[in-house]
């Protein structure tokens, strides 16, 4: 393989106009499975959650989750788009041994819903992302792969298959082609996935938790010159979190702008995305694809949902997220800068959340933010990938109203909470951070700097009252930072006045 | 009276009496089983052990008082291509042999509450892919009235099986005819169900579309009790039907009178003819003058579609199999080839269906992957379907003039075993006559109407989906008129 020399981002852009796709699967929080009656759980013993359907055994037959089919005509509303009157399962033929029956039920020419959009607000202009379908089909089971270095197939020795998975329902989200974002598609594309999760979450259909497997992207990039032909196209798999999802994008702006500068063609093939290099890396080639030889499925009945039940279920669903953002941008009056500051930073739900459960919007944005966003920056994850809660915020900022703990202490507390060592209150209590308080210990420690600093004490009783810093700092050190220096400062000039 | 000649009607009122024991009838047609089925091979499987604890079970409940289920102590012969838990399952395959399911199939559990005593597992063309049963990988069947001659198929087994007073009553399946024309050529009765009427959970799955399981009796009222016994709807099959199922045994009782008057029998014109052995043609118009006198009215009818039916079905059923028979893999069960530590998983899932599968099973795999191909599925597949659209028209149309259909069951008697396995087409021809009513998903049963050269010939009754009723009245009414014309049962001629 050539390696064509990279370009800068910023040439790439001056030459050519990328075309974007996403293809997302959202696992669906149904109680079983799409098929079959066996539950959902994530993270139980492997193959402990199947049963002859899932496990694909000879003569067992599906039977259609009614849930997983509401919950996907919901996402279909939610995203805006035309709900079939008349749909139907469909078989994707191919042999893959975490695929049970090595066909997989999806849906093909007849999905549940089609034609919608959803928009997303890019540094508070609204960019329009129109959705070409959404349908409803099983998961595969998980491989992994024994023996050998990479955990790939190649080089093992042997192959463990898990089949919990097989079978649970799986939504999956094709947007029509996005042209026209310019140097933005790779922040559209993470907007787009954003705004989607967070859909999604509202109806409270999945976890959308991209860290477990429960929301999963696929990216198509494409490049052609402005005006000429949209180029061909790649698609980028293992996109596992929304930060990567901007970023394979831009590896592959830059990836393919090298080839075409050149003069080399992009091969249409699918490519992985690799989070430890940020780099895509070349898979199976789509000119030697499957023929995936669809069919309806025979063995389920075609669906045709009742325009008025599909009626009803508009009523259940929620404002969306973008309109939800105005609103709550009005109610916490911030600029277009502050809240746009925020959605970035994927912290919406985390500081509505934090408000709710009582800290004032100033102290949230300063958490989430400040200390806690430099944390996720450093750890290299998102923001609710951190181990503490909106509440355990509010419960830190109270402590810090409340004058328990002062701000050098916080950090303290937010680093035993962040290491699993309990709520604030917890960790304050155990890790003994209180400020000290106790006038007679206070009193005590600071009589204690007094007699053990007389040429001090004398130059602040002769006036000099810029001296008490000295003792302030000594009472600070043997109080080990656990008290409040105003307070100290107030104990000493009392005593020596 | 001989528990093996006894009727399933006669068994289960003879056990409930307590003339009887359940275990008595079981061990009798174990004796039978014995003493022919090195000849006929009807058996796979014998599940002795689970049969006669099963009779016992019967026996004690007897004799503590219980109330019997209506066909306890009935025994029966089960094609090996329904699941059954703990007993070996291999639909006559190579690629399954071994295998023993964990879980048993929608009907066994219906026939077990019915009562009824599964002795076994039968033969059949493997996958249920023929119409002779010589493509079973475990050798063929042979017809109990001339071992020289195949007993039909796919459920061959089933067929020879109750022909051979190996078992009163046998269950079989029919994707396009194999349980009608196994029947016609043993002399017994088959049905098969509306699709749906009858779950498929359980059956391992040849042509979704188009599979259906149903009853083989020596006698119509016999296939309509253990009809009643397995149809309804079952939720574990998205295909099952939600109506209820029409009185099936009150059809054949109210049939056997002979009496047809106010019944309209259509003759379909494109079955029949050139192409038809004479003897089996003269059979069915002789009963077709008997239906006459009985009080139908008889008229002729058309339905120019069915000639495409064959074309069709060998579309469609291949297409579904392909998809099908793609988890027969060697990851979770069944046979594994060629796993040596060195070759690729896609190595031994190549070579585990090179060996596993017999020369039909991949030609009809072949067949269909490339009908469902990109670029040929409107041509094929695609078509097939439109043709079903326009045979399940030709029956609607044609009801609206008749109440049933009639036609041979096959165009010949019982063939000798080894003429048509090297000649594919001329055994697809075998199912000509029972392609129709697979693809427009509508009953139709195969009752015996008389002899040619001394080999039974079946007549088929065909009637409008949901209407199974309708094919067991008429075709009690044929046994009647027919025994009556031959001066004992058909099946009594038989020199077995
Ligand atoms: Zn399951």
Redesign the pocket.
Known sequence: MTVAHAPSYESAMSSYEPVIGLETHVELGTRT?M????PTEFGAEPNT???????GLPGALPVANAAAIEATIRIGLALNCEIASWSRFARKNYFYPDMPKNFQTSQYDEPLCVNGYLDVVLDGETVRVEIERVHLEEDTGKSLHVGGSTGRIHGATHSLVDYNRA?IPLVEIVTKPVAGAGANAPQVAKAYVTELRDVIRALGVSDVRMEQGSMRCDVNTSLNRPGAQWGTRTETKNVNSLRSVERAVHSEIIRQAGLLDAGERIIQETRHFHEDTGQTTSGRSKEEATDYRYFPEPDLVPLAPDAAWVESLKATIPEPPSVRIRRLQEAWGLTDHEMSSIVNAGAVELITATVESGATVEAARKWWLGELARRANAQDVELEQLSITPAHVAELQALVDAGRINDKLARQALEGVLAGEGSPEQVVAARGLEVVSDSGALGAAVDAAIADNPDIAAKIRDGKLAAAGALVGAVMKSTKGQADAKTVRELILSKLS | MQPITMTAAQIADAVAQGQISAREVAQAHFDQIASVDTELNAFLTLDTEGALAAADAIDSARADGEKLPALAGVPLALKDIIVTKDVETTAASKILKGWVPPYDATIVRKMRAAGIVVLGKTNLDEFAMGSSTENSAFGATRNPWDRTRTPGGSSGGSSAAVAGYEAPLAIGTDTGGSIRQPAAVTGIVGHKPTYGAVSRYGLIAFSSSLDQAGPFGRTVLDAALLHEAIAGHDPADSTSLTAPAPDVVAAAREGADADLTGLTVGVVTELGGAGYEAGVSAAVAATIAQLSNAGAKVVEISCPSFDYALGAYYLIAPSEASSNLAKFDAVRFGLRVGDNGVASLEEVMSQTRDAGFGAEVKRRIILGTYALSSGYYDAYYGQAQKVRTLISRDFSKAFEQCDVLVSPTSPTVAFPLGERVDDPMAMYAADLCTLPASLAGTPAISVPCGLSEGLPVGLQVMAPAFADDRCYRVAAAVETLTTAALGKPLLAHSTF
């Open positions: 499975k098929f079959c009656g066996c959650q199947i049963c002859p359907v899932c496990l079978g």
